[in-house]
């Protein structure tokens, strides 16, 4: 049995306890929130002590493992002291507060030999599995661009630390679907030109970036283009968002839930799109981390793979900032 300390347990950390102790591999140790309401409600819930500090926590309970779902500031200092403390870790996106401190987390991983894991379960859902498969296979040709739309309305940037960032849309959220436009093209990003900007609402006063769209260069001749909002009221795709990609024997359109395939040859025939069957699928990324502790075999979203998803989102943020296309070094 794997014991877990959860860090950070109320609002979204509460989520992401409860999933990843939902599977047997997984025991909780230990909680860890600063708010005394939500330790009471842990504790009550898994039967285990809780702490206001983490650095208590650490001296007082035996753990294998440290999920970390405490805002971003945190998550450099506390992964890099679970894993000096000899846990792997999975840690909530995006990865670190910075680029820097995303790295130094990488350099603390490979100089401890732990797992450090990056939560994106947009690679987990079956309907992105199962397109990364097909283009794997050719089924659409040589893929020539990706497009990424998101959207949906949210109140998240008018409260809380959320509503502080400079860069919300694309820190908070597009860090998810850059990721994923790395999983689903299979390459890496040259270039970025990227925009964000502030929802005007009559009567809302609103603090953060709520837009972005952001052109990607990718290695390999593929472009990808990325489109988010959390002020939508039209066209709304939620947060697990669609995507279309254009390969040289057709395309492909996937949802969350849904994959449509066309070709040339088909259309020419004057068929229709078809639906695409998607395995069904129980793995998740809380037992891809079980798994990645018991075999020490790296998981899908590792942190050695995850730190090109947040190159890539930290310049698009200097790009949003400058006006100028950002080039990026793998």
Same mark, same amino acid.
């Given at each position: 049995m794997i014991r877990l300390i959860c860090v950070g347990v109320g609002g979204m950390g509460r989520?992401?306890?409860?999933?990843?102790?939902?599977?047997?591999?997984?025991?909780?140790?230990?909680?860890?929130?600063?708010?005394?309401e939500v330790r009471r409600f842990f504790a009550e819930k898994y039967g285990c002590p809780v702490f206001e500090d983490f650095e208590k926590a650490l001296r007082s309970v035996k753990a294998d493992a440290a999920l970390i779902a405490a805002p971003d500031a945190y998550h450099a200092p506390y992964s890099i002291a679970a894993m000096r403390a000899?846990?792997?870790?999975?840690?909530?996106?995006?990865?670190?507060?910075?680029?820097?401190?995303?790295?130094?987390?990488?350099?603390?991983?490979?100089?401890?030999?732990?797992?450090?894991?990056?939560?994106?379960?947009?690679?987990?859902?079956?309907?992105f599995h199962r397109t990364r498969e097909l283009i794997e296979r050719g089924d659409i040709g040589t893929l020539q661009s990706v497009e990424l739309d998101m959207s949906v309305f949210s109140n998240a940037c008018l409260s809380g630390y959320r509503s502080r960032l400079p860069h919300l849309m694309l820190k908070d959220l597009g860090i998810h679907h850059l990721d994923l436009l790395r999983f689903l093209a299979g390459s890496e990003a040259a270039s970025v030109f990227a925009k964000s900007w502030i929802s005007c609402e009559e009567g809302v006063k609103i603090p953060t970036t709520t837009h972005a769209v952001a052109v990607v260069e990718m290695r390999g001749g593929i !472009?990808?283009?990325?489109?988010?909002?959390?002020r939508a009221l039209l066209d709304i795709t939620g947060y697990t968002c669609r995507v279309k990609l254009n390969g040289s024997r057709g395309a492909l359109m996937a949802t969350g839930d849904a994959i449509?395939?066309? !070709?040339?040859?088909?259309?020419?025939?004057?068929?229709?799109?078809?639906?695409?069957?998607?395995?069904?699928?129980?793995?998740?990324?809380?037992?891809d981390f079980a798994d990645a502790i018991i075999t020490r075999k790296p998981p899908l979203t590792s942190c050695f793979d995850n730190i090109r998803s947040v190159e890539l989102m930290y310049a698009a943020i200097r790009s949003a900032d400058t006006g100028r296309i950002v080039r990026i070094r793998n």
């Open positions: 989520y992401d306890s409860d999933a990843a102790l939902k599977v047997k591999k997984f025991k909780a140790a230990a909680g860890v929130d600063v708010n005394a000899g846990m792997d870790v999975i840690c909530e996106k995006p990865m670190a507060a910075t680029i820097e401190d995303a790295r130094r987390m990488c350099r603390v991983a490979r100089e401890s030999g732990r797992m450090l894991m990056i939560h994106h379960q947009l690679r987990w859902l079956p309907a !472009t990808a283009t990325y489109r988010g909002t959390m449509t395939m066309q !070709t040339f040859k088909a259309n020419a025939a004057g068929k229709p799109p078809r639906a695409v069957p998607i395995p069904k699928s129980t793995r998740d990324c809380w037992h």
